[in-house]
């Protein structure tokens, strides 16, 4: 049976097979790690790949080169992946995340988000800061902005059910825009392709779907849709294209 691992000061792992790693000190690893379940409470460096059978956990900092398979990623601290990250059951982000591609079953993010490549899962939920280089593709998106503009960008959406919305503006923050909508950030986009498509706050080149909504906030260059469009408030359309 493979033996735990724990670092609570400073201390240096080799690679091989564990059944625990706890860090919660200053720790480095060289790979490639196999385990079936690290913490990460302190300050992590690794190289080469990290392979987690079940849940991986960093409250603190990670940083690493290599790539990441595990069948739960909690990320609450800080962590910078060199390559990809694979969640095979959950990814869950309410700190901040940096890697070169991201995949996983349901994909939750409610901190910030910078991949440089593709993002894949079946569900994608954001209320947080993201940048997607390349592809965001989904059965279902979700998509709330708000707080600070511009800060959601990405290359492209793909989906079945693509869902962007703003946060609700209360408070002393409505009372200080006097009954004008809030700034609650733009989703910017290249294209958005799915079959339901509801939109607010979207700035895209291209946007073609089944049934389409957009409301206020919607800057959209060119629409391509089957069944329905719906424009609601403000929402722009210069191109509006029955197929």
Known sequence: MAND????????????????????????????VHCREFHVSGTCKGTGDLTVTDSMHCSGSLRTDGHMDCGQVRISGAARVGGNITGR????????????????GKITVSGGLDIQ???????????????????????EV??????MPGTVVI????????TVRTAE???????LVSGRRA????????SIEGDDIDL??????????????????????RVEYTGNLTLEGDAQADEQIRI
């Open 5 to 32: 691992a724990h670092i609570s000061g400073s201390g240096r792992l080799t690679g091989g097979d564990y059944n625990e790693i706890h860090i919660s000190g200053s720790g480095h690893w060289d790979g490639p």
């Open 89 to 104: 059951d959950e990814v869950r982000v309410s700190g901040s995340l940096v890697c070169h591609g991201l995949y996983g």
């Open 117 to 139: 490549t593709d993002v894949e899962a079946d569900s994608f939920a954001l209320s947080g800061m993201a940048k997607i280089q390349g592809l965001l593709n989904a059965e």
């Open 142 to 147: 979700d998509i709330t902005v708000g707080g």
């Open 155 to 162: 290359g492209q959406i793909g989906g079945s059910r693509i």
């Open 169 to 175: 503006t209360r408070g002393f923050l409505r009372k």
């Open 183 to 190: 700034s609650a950030g733009e989703v910017k986009a290249g």
């Open 200 to 221: 607010t706050a979207v700035a895209a080149d291209v946007v073609r779907g089944n049934n389409v909504t957009l409301r206020d906030g919607c800057r959209i260059k």
